[in-house]
């Protein structure tokens, strides 16, 4: 289909880099958050960031490992005390990432991955001049939509609400250094750890059609939003 045709890359050649900031956007959905797991889980010098967020704990959620749950109090006193190195609404709830938890682990020789959406990428890399941003794209929007309906906890209207935004999202994709596509999930899982351990682009990203992939998740959008008018 027109949406999985490849044309160009983003991706340049870079050298390696001592520890620092790696920055992973993507649609929701697109595999930011279990590529950066995994790498963390096999690299003693990798580390995840954890976020900060006034989104209700879902089951199986740790307090501390896959999020600090806050309540938006405290989150916005953390705000006025400026402990973020970044903030972001996203589907109605607040998130952020600790700028102290950040800087204690870059001075301990730990890259560290942020898994943040764009709004949050434009803040860091304003505060961290060499953080390396990465932009994580499916391979089709229709992969998008079954890896969403696959994940079990959205209904098929939140899913539509999702893909509606991916559009929105993946359009800043000209603001990330490299981009990645998570068509097999092992393959992508190298491609990273590459990129941070020998400066290495993204191959996959090589000869992807970006422009095509996101005038199919607007095309998307504009069937949704007719239908709902319907």
């Known amino acids: 289909s027109r949406c999985a045709s490849r044309c160009r ?12 900031l790696y920055i992973l956007s993507a649609p929701s959905g697109g595999g930011k958050s279990s590529l950066a797991r995994a790498l963390a889980g096999r690299s003693e010098n990798i ?19 896959d999020y600090f749950f806050v309540d938006p109090a405290q989150f916005e006193q953390m705000v006025k005390d400026d402990g973020f190195l970044e903030h972001a ?8 990432t600790s700028r102290h938890a950040v800087e204690k682990a870059i001075k301990s020789d730990q890259s560290v991955l942020l898994d943040i959406d764009w709004q949050g990428a434009q803040q860091v890399r304003a505060a961290f001049k060499e953080a390396v941003s990465v932009y994580i794209f499916p ?7 079954q890896r969403l309906a696959d994940r079990g906890r959205e209904t098929p209207e939140q899913i539509s609400a999702r893909l509606d935004e991916a559009a929105s999202e993946m359009s800043h994709y000209g603001e990330y250094d490299h ?12 491609e990273l750890e590459a ?3 020998r400066g290495e682009p993204p191959q996959s990203g090589r000869g992807f059609d970006v ?3 996101v005038d ?4 998307v959008r504009l069937k949704t939003s007719e239908t709902a008018n319907l």
Do not use: W
């Open 9 to 20: 890359t983003l991706s340049n050649p870079a050298a390696s880099r001592p520890p620092t």
């Open 47 to 65: 580390v995840t960031s954890v976020s900060h967020t006034t989104r209700p704990q879902r089951p199986g959620e740790t307090d501390g490992v």
């Open 89 to 96: 609404e996203v589907f109605g709830h607040r998130y952020g």
């Open 139 to 145: 391979p089709s929007v229709e992969v998008l939509a």
């Open 179 to 190: 981009i990645l596509v998570n068509s097999e999930f092992d393959q992508a899982l190298d």
């Open 195 to 197: 990129l941070i351990h």
């Open 211 to 213: 422009a095509a992939l």
């Open 216 to 219: 199919c998740a607007k095309s």
